[in-house]
């Protein structure tokens, strides 16, 4: 008989972002070998496998959601005793440890970063004290896990299983990355590619005013291609209108022409985007109460053989192979960021392109459902 497991999240499409991705993959993941339940955000039953049970919670308020998805992960565990209750971030830590009491259950939490060091008052008195007594604390890279030991979640709970990326069935083969450049606008111009939603962290409004102006000195048609949108769902999205604030910055120093937003952006074209760009930009800055868990972004360009320059910022070390699938910077060396993606360049993406997919390959989803079993306790059906 298989086993019951419940996933407890709010980071699950509809929305969008890497922590959402996580998650997905996470219970479908446990789907291939158990019977899985999910309690998570409005709109996530229809982007799930059918075989997941699926109970469905308003997203918006913040308060609304966590009153439903409370109580709706302790009726479940009282009905269904499953074997482990997972909460999909720190966030629903509370509601997996609780239920998890009530069954007889094993309680885990899967930590991205930020929901282990978020400043909130409320939060840290709250919250914290779930996640350091949840049975499995599941990390994302060596500097959450270093995060999550400070806060004083024991180090032997502690199991980093890094996030996973989907594999191109042809990473070599981009027939239609032409079109994809005439039809944006593209060309023959050298393309630096920012994916990811808007934040402060993201670092575009400074890389913008202290490093794209010394790239365009040196290439004078080069363009950075920004896909992603403002993120007001994130735990900490930052002072709204990210995007507005990068246009009125790029326009002050007269280099808006050299800065194009793309959006929301279909899957296809965003493999087309990864397939068309020369060099993936990752600026993220080391920030009071905020921190990059992990950096989905840099392994997803590096399995399309698209090299990365990234500031070495929290968790970000453990995406990118410096030298390998691209290059890594000291947090805030602003002139070395430039200098770094001056150099790929240089070298063109090909010279990456063989090191980048084969890092990538280490990190499959198998291979992150594979870890997240053996973390929980679980190996398949027993």
């Known amino acids: 008989m298989r086993k019951r497991v419940l996933l407890v999240t709010r980071n699950l499409p509809p929305l969008r972002g890497g922590m959402e991705r996580l998650n997905l993959h996470m219970a479908t993941e446990l789907a291939a070998d158990f019977d899985v339940s999910v309690v998570g955000p409005e709109g996530c039953r229809d982007l799930l496998p059918a075989t997941i049970h699926t109970d469905e919670v308003p997203l918006r308020p913040l308060w609304r959601f966590l009153a439903g998805a409370g109580w709706a992960a302790l009726k479940y565990a009282l009905r269904h005793r499953p074997a482990v209750v997972i909460a999909g971030s720190g966030l629903c830590a509370p509601f997996a440890w609780m239920s998890a009491k009530l069954s007889g259950a094993r309680s885990a939490v899967y930590l991205h970063g930020l929901d282990i060091i978020a400043p909130h008052a409320i939060y840290r008195h709250a919250w914290l004290p779930f996640i350091r007594r949840t049975d499995i604390c599941l990390v994302n890279s060596r500097n959450t896990s270093a995060l999550a030991i400070a806060a004083g979640v024991p180090s032997d709970r502690v199991k980093i299983v890094h996030p996973g990326v989907v594999l191109p069935a042809a990473p070599s083969v981009f027939a239609d990355v032409h079109a994809f450049r005439v039809r944006h606008g593209w060309g023959g111009r050298p393309v630096l590619l920012s994916v990811g939603r808007l934040t402060e962290r993201k670092g575009l409004i400074e890389f913008i005013e202290h490093v794209l102006p010394t790239l365009i000195s040196a290439h004078p048609d080069i363009l950075l291609a920004v896909v992603g949108n403002d993120a007001p769902d994130a735990l900490l999205a930052g002072k709204g209108g990210v995007r507005e604030r990068i246009v009125e910055r790029a326009r002050m120093l007269g280099i808006a022409d050299h800065v194009r937003f793309m959006g929301e952006v279909t899957e296809e074209e965003l493999l087309l985007a990864y397939g068309a760009a020369d060099v993936s930009i990752f600026p993220v800055l080391t920030l009071p109460g905020d921190v990059e ?86 190996r398949g059906r027993e």
């Open 293 to 378: 868990g992990f950096g989905m972004v840099a392994l997803e360009s590096a399995a399309h053989g698209l090299p990365t320059v990234a500031y070495a910022a929290g968790g970000v070390p453990d995406a990118v192979a410096d030298g390998v699938s691209g290059r890594l910077v000291p947090p805030d060396d602003k002139a070395g960021f430039a200098e770094a993606i001056l150099d790929v360049l240089s070298a063109g993406r090909h010279a990456f392109f063989d090191g980048a997919t084969e890092f990538a390959t280490g990190f499959v989803w198998d291979t992150f459902g594979a870890k997240l079993r053996e973390a929980v306790g679980m």
